[in-house]
């Protein structure tokens, strides 16, 4: 809830002397959740929203997992990573700007070099510096303090106490940050080029300074707007037209040109979903990547990484031709059969989870570009489905049309199929089976 001062009552006779304090915490709660449904419908700037919220935008951002709601990044098209890559290429020159979102996970990141080396100097306006000033104040007052904040959770109060070590612990990572900003970033003025008038500038007023100074210092210095606030990008673009990326397309060109390893992208990946943000997109290398490190167990993040890969909003066509990419990879990697089959049985899961009614479709669909061991895949995705089946009221219809698919299977593997221009050769070479 917000932060400030409230008047309420206090009576120990009664039978709960906090009454009041709760009416006004679950009424404050149920305000500040009207918000973020809004936000989590609607892909609002954050900056708006937090300060609708009273909020920090940095603690604020990082605090929407929490709260059952993942920040609005990126819509998760390839057209859209093309687009940012495009706008990246463009603008290399003269450099990028960050709003504090962005450049507060830029330092937790320690992204600073990868960032300069692919966007050219980073900057950011002075009143993003005043930002982390700011914080790094308030947060300095309550070292060696204990304090504590009400909250409506479960449908009852709550109390959170913060011990004077976790405000210290606080105050020296608010601290590390302005200093982390302060020694790796240019200051760039807030002075477009083009006035705002109109709708433009009374939504700009309701931004705050510091998410829109950063638009205005994009626009008029020509620099690359780095935001992972989708909200404040897609506003930036349509009130002047500027060049916006978030933080992957940057990471996913750092990649390919070989300024960053496989498994350091593979940990940024690993470390936003440690964070529960599951807003970022993966390929197959790096599933691989991650299983490897893992041993190939089959548990930890690669199984959380697999769930984003099969979301309720994932694109069917591309993401299934990731899993069956990563599927080859793993076959081809360990040579045995059935940790390929471990994986994809959590591919499955992860597929079909969200999408009760189409296991037959996922099937099929990923069968049909597995390109190593594809019969064996296709019995074990047959007995996957049979033992997911038990007990349900379709079951024996279930069954039934599964045999008719698995018996239907190609002869032999079109000779197209072997040397194709795809990732999956490009990444496993001329190892189809003859």
Known sequence: ????????????????????????????????????????????????????????????????????????????????????????????????????????????????????????????????????????????????????????????????????????????????????????????????????????????????????????????????????????????????????????????LAKDRGLISIEDYTKFIADCLNREFTYVSMDSQTLLTQAKAEGFNGRGTVKRMLEVVGGKNADLETNLGVAATFLDLVFYETRQAHLRDRYASMVLEAFCGPRQDKAIEVIKALTAQVSLRVFSLIDHAFWWLVGRSVGTPNFRQLIEEAKKYQLVRPVAIPPALRFRATERVRLLGSCFPN
């Open 1 to 252: 809830m917000n932060s400030g001062m409230q008047r309420m009552t206090f009576d120990f006779e009664a039978e709960n002397p906090l009454e009041d304090m709760g009416r006004v915490t679950k009424a404050a709660h149920e305000r500040d959740q009207s918000v973020l449904d809004k936000y989590a419908a609607n892909a609002l700037p954050f900056c708006f929203v937090a300060n609708a919220l009273g909020k920090d935008v940095i603690d604020g951002w990082a605090g929407l997992p929490g709260v059952g709601i993942q920040p609005r990044v990126c819509i998760g098209s390839r057209d859209e990573r093309e687009n940012a890559t495009k706008e990246i290429q463009a603008r290399t020159r003269n450099g990028c700007v960050l709003d504090p979102i962005t450049a507060a996970l830029i330092s937790d990141f320690h992204l600073w070099d990868t960032i300069s080396r692919v966007c050219g100097q980073v900057h950011v306006t002075q009143s993003t510096l005043e930002v982390f000033a700011k914080r790094e104040i308030e947060a300095k007052n309550n070292v060696d303090r204990q304090t504590g904040m009400t909250s409506w959770r479960d449908g009852r109060l709550t109390f959170i106490e913060i011990s004077p070590e976790q405000n210290k612990a606080a105050h020296e990572e608010k601290k590390r940050q302005r200093e982390d900003v302060l020694a790796h970033c240019k200051i760039a003025t807030a002075v477009p080029q083009t006035d705002l008038s109109g709708q433009n500038l009374k939504i700009a007023e309701m931004l705050g300074t510091a998410a829109r100074d950063s638009v205005l210092a994009a626009e008029g210095n020509e620099l690359l707007l780095l935001s992972e606030d989708q909200g404040l990008r897609q506003w930036a673009v349509g009130a002047l037209e500027i060049g916006t990326s978030w933080l992957q397309p940057v990471l996913l």
